[in-house]
């Protein structure tokens, strides 16, 4: 789902970008430590900033940015230009992205998920594209938080609790291996994929 006027504001905030440079990597690498040089995706890769925060924290071996919106992929490409670092960057729906199974040894999503409408087909997609063993870092915003910015910007109805997350992501192979959820307004997790995804193993 495209971004509204307003949150296309503050996604490419100084403000959000000091949270994905500084903030969110630390988190992520308490739940689990994040891994060096893997080939890496970065899923609703926005304008690129957690791409150049991926590069900068974790030599990657390849990265891949995703994203559905043509403006934001825009943005991406130039700061990515700016910053010197090399990522693919593919215009794509996240419920249905035509990469090969397998290919990632890790993937990002902050902030996109709840902008999904079938939120469980793209679980199933990061599930078909990451390597067994491979990590997911997921950072997501919960109803009542989507519903106060549905006021001012369109998001799916259909969003998922914290609870209903996690209680998904095993149904994908994706085995949870630590979490924060903050007072159900927003999460991070992390999870390893292990088991078989019923849909594409
Ligand atoms: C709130 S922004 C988050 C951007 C960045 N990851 C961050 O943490 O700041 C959500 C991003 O997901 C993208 N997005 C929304 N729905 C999508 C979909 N179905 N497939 C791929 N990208 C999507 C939007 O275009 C937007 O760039």
């Known amino acids: 789902m495209k971004l509204s006027f307003a949150e296309r504001m503050f996604v490419n905030s100084p403000i959000r970008g000091l949270s994905l440079r500084f903030v969110e990597p630390r ?73 090969p199974a397998h290919t990632y040894d890790v993937i990002t999503c902050t902030g996109c998920l709840h902008h999904v409408p079938k939120w469980k087909s793209a679980l199933a997609e990061v599930a078909r594209l990451l390597r067994h063993g491979g990590l997911l870092y997921m950072f997501e915003i919960y109803p009542p938080l989507t519903a106060f910015i549905s006021l001012f910007a369109a998001h799916p109805k259909n969003s998922f609790t914290h609870k209903s997350l996690v209680e998904e992501l095993p149904r994908h192979g994706l085995t949870i291996l630590g979490q924060r959820n903050l007072f159900n307004l927003a999460g991070f997790v992390v999870a390893r994929r292990t088991g078989n995804s019923n849909l594409y193993d």
């Open 27 to 99: 988190i992520f690498d308490n739940l689990a430590p994040f891994p060096r040089g893997a080939h890496v995706l970065d899923l609703g890769c926005g304008n690129g900033t957690g791409l150049v925060a991926l590069a900068r924290n974790h030599a990657p071996a390849s990265l891949t940015g995703i994203d559905e919106d043509p403006a934001q992929i825009a943005l991406a490409r130039t700061r990515l230009e700016k910053s010197g670092v090399t990522a693919r960057l593919i215009e794509a729906n996240a419920e249905k992205i035509t990469l």
